[in-house]
């Protein structure tokens, strides 16, 4: 049976050690960090991850500016509300719950965001500082991906790494952080032809497809560390709903090395990541007033 990777227990122990820093920060510089996170509308998923985002900055010292819109608002609006956060000095980090409603451009509001407020790194600007190895604000999710692998010690550099899914939120930054750390890395997709062919080379499989239990057993290669990124709510034929991930966890977990459960495994990371990135803006910030 596979070594299951933890994301509770590290995201527990960063968080931590996240709450005494912010501790440290707010003596130091007389006021905490400060995180934004816009939602709009009633998606029952969003609303979740809200709320244990604005639960992880209450217990780690970080002051919440949190704003919920109804579907209705409009695209003036939300830019009229990002423009006035990123003006705000108590304000460190900015992040756009998605998705959005249709009606909303949800690239251009990122693109408006001020970057060195972007708490999920998805502003061009860091986007292309991760594309060129710059140092800069990370995607929360790859990079919680990228702790879990340093925490259970695996070794990426030279390592064949194949990333299910091409996504701007998690498969390609994950794909360029795999780079940085000197692996082979495959990027496949829902077109990609022979699949299994692909996966079963894989030392490293990163799965971010939106498929419930899309990877099996006969995908994987015996011994790799399977990496499950997906959150998919699927009904049973009792009719009791319950999380599953993009990988088959019963088979899979019998072939792997190593793999991540759900929930339990990436989800709790992306939170942490979120007041990670919420940190270092602040001390950017205060370093740059010095």
């Known amino acids: 049976m596979a070594v299951i990777i ?8 960063m968080q931590k050690a996240i709450a005494e820093e912010v501790s440290q920060l707010q003596t130091q510089y007389g006021r905490p960090p400060g995180l934004a996170v816009l939602m709009v509308g009633d998606n029952p998923a969003s609303a979740a991850y809200v709320r244990n985002k604005e639960t992880a900055c209450h217990k780690a010292g970080i002051t919440s500016f949190g704003k919920h819109f109804p579907a209705s608002v409009t695209q003036t609006e939300l830019e009229q509300v990002i423009d006035e956060l990123n003006a705000d000095d108590r304000v460190d980090g900015i992040l756009i719950q998605l998705p959005l409603p249709e009606n909303l451009d949800a690239i251009a509001l990122l693109n408006r965001l001020d970057p060195d407020k972007d708490a999920d790194g998805l502003h061009p600007n860091n986007l292309g500082k991760l594309a060129r190895g710059e140092v800069g604000l ?4 790859p990079a919680g991906v990228m702790e879990l692998l340093a925490e259970s010690k695996i070794d ?9 899914g091409r996504s701007i939120l998690v498969g390609k930054p994950v794909a360029l952080m ?10 496949a997709h829902s077109r990609t032809k022979n699949l299994a062919e692909i996966t079963r080379k894989a030392d490293i499989l990163i799965a971010a497809i939106g498929r419930p239990e899309f990877v099996t057993a006969e995908m994987v290669k015996p011994n790799a560390v399977v990496i499950d990124v997906g959150i998919n709510r699927i009904t049973d034929y009792e009719g009791k709903s319950r999380l599953v991930g993009d990988v088959d966890y019963a088979s899979v977990s019998e072939v792997a090395s190593h793999i991540t459960p759900v929930p339990g495994g990436v989800g709790p990371m992306t939170v942490t990541m979120l007041l990670h990135n919420t940190v ?3 001390k950017e910030k205060v370093k740059s007033k010095k």
């Open 6 to 13: 933890d994301g509770k227990a590290l995201a527990k122990k």
């Open 138 to 141: 990370r995607s929360c999710t």
């Open 156 to 164: 990426i550099a030279g390592k064949n790494a194949v990333v299910i």
């Open 178 to 187: 795999l780079l940085e750390e000197n692996a082979t890395v495959t990027i």
């Open 280 to 282: 270092w803006s602040y």
